[in-house]
């Protein structure tokens, strides 16, 4: 079993940037598919950023590209999303998520489907203008 465990969020003015971060409690390894999501109010959940930590392949949401990076630290069982100018659009809660032992097609899916194995609890974002 894998646990998720985000921190980081917080209310920042538009332009700004934040990084969150997401422990993992229990074997994660190589081979898997780490991700970030986020839901706003009234809408549905939507894939921000995703990693195959294969190959270190990655994958984004088009409305993010250039803005955030998603990263892990392997000997700390963490992974991070750096979020850079930072607008009112991107106010959401945001999730962890993971799937272990998936090819990088099947995390691709996952990724866009919203569909992974693991979930954190989440972190609010708020982005004021």
């Known amino acids: 079993q894998v646990q998720l465990v985000e921190s980081g969020g917080g209310s920042v003015q538009a332009g700004g940037s934040l990084r969150l971060s997401c422990v993992a409690s229990?074997?994660?390894?190589?081979?898997?598919?780490i991700g970030w999501f986020r839901q706003a109010s009234g809408q549905e959940r939507e894939g921000v950023a995703a990693s195959y930590t294969g190959d270190g392949r990655t994958y984004y949401a088009d409305s993010v590209k250039g803005r955030f990076t998603i990263s892990q630290d392997n000997a700390k069982n963490t992974m991070y999303l750096e979020m850079n100018s930072l607008n009112p659009a991107d106010t959401a809660m945001y999730y962890c998520?993971?799937?272990?032992?998936?090819?990088?097609?099947?995390?691709?899916?996952?990724?866009?489907?919203?569909?992974?194995?693991?979930w954190g609890k989440g972190t609010l974002v708020t982005i004021s203008s």
């Open positions: 229990g074997y994660i390894g190589s081979e898997n598919c």
């Open positions: 998520a993971a799937s272990r032992w998936v090819s990088p097609a099947i995390c691709k899916s996952r990724f866009y489907a919203s569909a992974m194995d693991y």
